[in-house]
C-alpha cells in the first residue's frame, strides 16, 4: 500500500521552529520529486517547497524562503521540512506529496502532477 506520512506539526510560538517528516512505503522516494503543500483556514492549497530526486533541484516560494529548508534522505524514504523563524501566517495544514511526472523540481510546484499525497500535518504558530 502506497503511502506518505507526515509528522512533526504542532503548536509553537511566533519565532520559534519544527521540522515535519514525510515518510513514504510501499514506493521507492528516488525517482520522484517531493513538495510541501500547506493549506490555511478558508485559503487554497499552495506549493512551497520542492526538492529533486538527488536533491539536487529545489524550489521555495517567496513566502518561505530563507526561513524553511527542504531535505530528503532517500536511503531512509523521508523527506524533512525545516521550518525556523515561523510567524503566525504559517499556521496551516501541512501536506507532502510526490510527483511521479518528474524527478526534478520546476519553477513551481503544479498539483495535478503530485499524485501521491500525505494526510496532512497541521502547525499553528500562536503570536
Known amino acids: 500500500q502506497v503511502q506518505l506520512v507526515e509528522s512533526g506539526g504542532g503548536l509553537v510560538q511566533s519565532g520559534g521552529s519544527l521540522r515535519l517528516s514525510c515518510a513514504a512505503s510501499g514506493f521507492f522516494l528516488d525517482y520522484y520529486a517531493i513538495g510541501w503543500f500547506r493549506q490555511a483556514p478558508g485559503k487554497e492549497r499552495e506549493g512551497v517547497l520542492c526538492?529533486?530526486?538527488?536533491?539536487?533541484?529545489?524550489f521555495y516560494a517567496d513566502s518561505v524562503k530563507g526561513r524553511f529548508t527542504i531535505s530528503r534522505d532517500n536511503a531512509k524514504n523521508t523527506v524533512w521540512l525545516q521550518m525556523d523563524s515561523l510567524k503566525p501566517e504559517d499556521t496551516a495544514d501541512y501536506y507532502c506529496?510526490?510527483?511521479?511526472?518528474?524527478?526534478?523540481?520546476?519553477?513551481?510546484?503544479?498539483?495535478?502532477?503530485?499524485?501521491?499525497w500525505g494526510q496532512g500535518t497541521q502547525v499553528t504558530v500562536s503570536s
Open positions: 506529496a510526490a510527483n511521479l511526472m518528474r524527478s526534478r523540481c520546476s519553477d513551481g510546484l503544479i498539483q495535478h502532477e503530485f499524485s501521491y
Open positions: 526538492i529533486g530526486h538527488s536533491g539536487d533541484t529545489t
